[in-house]
Protein backbone atom coordinates (compact mmCIF):
# COMPACT_ATOMS: atom_id res chain seq x y z
CA UNK A 1 0.00 0.00 0.00
CA UNK A 2 2.79 2.38 0.83
CA UNK A 3 5.17 1.14 -1.68
CA UNK A 4 4.53 3.52 -4.32
CA UNK A 5 4.52 6.49 -2.11
CA UNK A 6 8.26 5.54 -0.78
CA UNK A 7 9.43 4.67 -4.01
CA UNK A 8 8.25 8.32 -5.16
CA UNK A 9 9.60 10.33 -2.02
CA UNK A 10 13.16 8.26 -2.42
CA UNK A 11 13.34 8.97 -6.23
CA UNK A 12 12.78 12.76 -5.30
CA UNK A 13 15.22 12.55 -2.80
CA UNK A 14 17.58 11.00 -4.77
CA UNK A 15 17.19 13.77 -7.97
CA UNK A 16 17.27 16.55 -5.63
CA UNK A 17 20.84 18.35 -6.68
CA UNK A 18 23.23 18.11 -4.59
CA UNK A 19 23.82 21.65 -3.87
CA UNK A 20 20.39 21.58 -2.03
CA UNK A 21 22.06 18.49 0.16
CA UNK A 22 23.38 20.25 3.45
CA UNK A 23 27.16 19.17 3.80
CA UNK A 24 27.86 20.65 7.46
CA UNK A 25 26.70 22.93 9.60
CA UNK A 26 27.97 25.14 12.29
CA UNK A 27 27.79 27.28 15.29
CA UNK A 28 28.37 31.42 15.31
CA UNK A 29 30.57 32.64 18.36
CA UNK A 30 31.61 35.78 19.14
CA UNK A 31 34.63 37.31 17.45
CA UNK A 32 36.93 40.39 17.85
CA UNK A 33 35.48 44.08 18.21
CA UNK A 34 32.07 42.95 18.06
CA UNK A 35 32.43 40.97 14.86
CA UNK A 36 30.90 37.24 14.89
CA UNK A 37 32.76 34.29 13.47
CA UNK A 38 30.31 31.22 11.69
CA UNK A 39 32.56 28.29 10.93
CA UNK A 40 32.21 24.49 10.14
CA UNK A 41 34.60 21.71 8.97
CA UNK A 42 33.62 19.55 6.52
CA UNK A 43 34.25 16.93 4.38
CA UNK A 44 34.17 17.39 0.91
CA UNK A 45 35.74 16.13 -2.14
CA UNK A 46 37.48 18.04 -4.89
CA UNK A 47 36.37 18.84 -8.16
CA UNK A 48 33.93 21.39 -9.41
CA UNK A 49 31.03 20.65 -8.03
CA UNK A 50 29.44 24.21 -6.41
CA UNK A 51 28.89 24.66 -2.61
CA UNK A 52 26.56 26.86 -1.69
CA UNK A 53 27.57 29.09 2.05
CA UNK A 54 24.33 30.16 3.91
CA UNK A 55 24.34 32.09 6.84
CA UNK A 56 20.66 31.89 9.29
CA UNK A 57 21.15 35.40 10.95
CA UNK A 58 18.41 34.94 14.26
CA UNK A 59 17.74 38.61 15.23
CA UNK A 60 18.02 39.94 18.49
CA UNK A 61 16.76 43.34 19.43
CA UNK A 62 16.67 45.62 16.32
CA UNK A 63 16.84 45.12 12.64
CA UNK A 64 20.35 45.32 11.10
CA UNK A 65 22.06 45.22 8.28
CA UNK A 66 25.90 43.98 8.01
CA UNK A 67 28.46 42.78 5.70
CA UNK A 68 29.63 39.02 5.52
CA UNK A 69 33.22 38.22 4.38
CA UNK A 70 33.23 34.49 3.73
CA UNK A 71 36.50 32.47 3.75
CA UNK A 72 37.91 28.50 2.61
CA UNK A 73 41.19 26.77 4.16
CA UNK A 74 42.39 23.81 4.87
CA UNK A 75 41.63 23.86 8.87
CA UNK A 76 44.52 25.78 10.88
CA UNK A 77 45.75 27.62 7.56
CA UNK A 78 45.35 30.68 6.03
CA UNK A 79 41.92 31.14 3.64
CA UNK A 80 40.71 32.06 0.45
CA UNK A 81 38.18 34.90 0.32
CA UNK A 82 35.15 33.54 -2.13
CA UNK A 83 32.31 36.25 -0.99
CA UNK A 84 31.78 39.17 0.20
CA UNK A 85 28.10 40.09 1.01
CA UNK A 86 25.38 41.79 2.60
CA UNK A 87 22.38 40.57 4.91
CA UNK A 88 20.09 41.09 7.32
CA UNK A 89 19.45 39.77 10.85
CA UNK A 90 16.89 37.81 10.46
CA UNK A 91 16.43 34.59 8.44
CA UNK A 92 18.68 32.38 5.74
CA UNK A 93 20.59 34.63 3.17
CA UNK A 94 23.35 33.11 0.53
CA UNK A 95 26.43 34.62 1.23
CA UNK A 96 29.06 32.95 -1.02
CA UNK A 97 29.64 29.84 -3.01
CA UNK A 98 33.25 28.11 -4.05
CA UNK A 99 34.59 24.94 -5.81
CA UNK A 100 36.78 22.87 -3.98
CA UNK A 101 39.39 22.34 -6.76
CA UNK A 102 42.68 21.18 -5.11
CA UNK A 103 46.01 18.75 -6.57
CA UNK A 104 46.74 15.42 -4.95
CA UNK A 105 48.77 17.44 -2.10
CA UNK A 106 45.89 19.54 -1.26
CA UNK A 107 43.47 16.34 -1.24
CA UNK A 108 46.01 14.53 1.27
CA UNK A 109 46.32 17.90 3.17
CA UNK A 110 42.43 18.06 4.05
CA UNK A 111 42.11 14.98 4.72
CA UNK A 112 44.51 15.20 7.54
CA UNK A 113 43.14 18.66 8.74
CA UNK A 114 40.12 18.67 7.62
CA UNK A 115 38.47 21.65 5.19
CA UNK A 116 37.04 24.54 6.84
CA UNK A 117 34.53 27.41 6.14
CA UNK A 118 34.18 30.65 7.78
CA UNK A 119 32.35 33.03 7.54
CA UNK A 120 32.77 36.54 9.62
CA UNK A 121 29.89 39.02 10.69
CA UNK A 122 30.30 42.69 10.58
CA UNK A 123 30.12 46.15 10.31
CA UNK A 124 26.75 45.79 11.90
CA UNK A 125 24.08 48.77 11.83
CA UNK A 126 21.14 49.62 12.99
CA UNK A 127 18.58 52.71 12.13
CA UNK A 128 21.53 54.21 10.25
CA UNK A 129 23.53 53.66 13.48
CA UNK A 130 27.06 51.30 13.82
CA UNK A 131 26.68 48.21 16.71
CA UNK A 132 27.80 45.29 18.04
CA UNK A 133 27.07 42.83 15.72
CA UNK A 134 27.18 40.23 18.96
CA UNK A 135 24.17 42.82 20.16
CA UNK A 136 21.97 42.03 17.17
CA UNK A 137 22.21 38.38 16.36
CA UNK A 138 20.32 35.38 18.49
CA UNK A 139 24.36 33.33 19.34
CA UNK A 140 22.56 30.70 20.17
CA UNK A 141 20.62 29.76 17.15
CA UNK A 142 22.25 31.55 14.10
CA UNK A 143 24.36 29.14 12.06
CA UNK A 144 26.35 28.47 9.33
CA UNK A 145 25.26 26.06 6.77
CA UNK A 146 27.47 24.37 3.46
CA UNK A 147 25.43 22.91 0.92
Known sequence: MFRPAA?????????APASAQKVGEG???PHRNGEVR???RVDIPGGNR????MINANRTGAEA???TDTYISTCGSAGQMVGRSNIANSGSSRVANFTNERNQAGMVTQAVFGFCVETFILNCTA???PVSC???????ISKI???
Open 50 to 53: VYNV
Open 65 to 67: RMT
Open 7 to 15: LTLLALVAA
Open 27 to 29: ACQ
Open 38 to 40: CAV
Open 127 to 129: AGQ
Open 145 to 147: EVH
Open 134 to 140: QQVLNLG
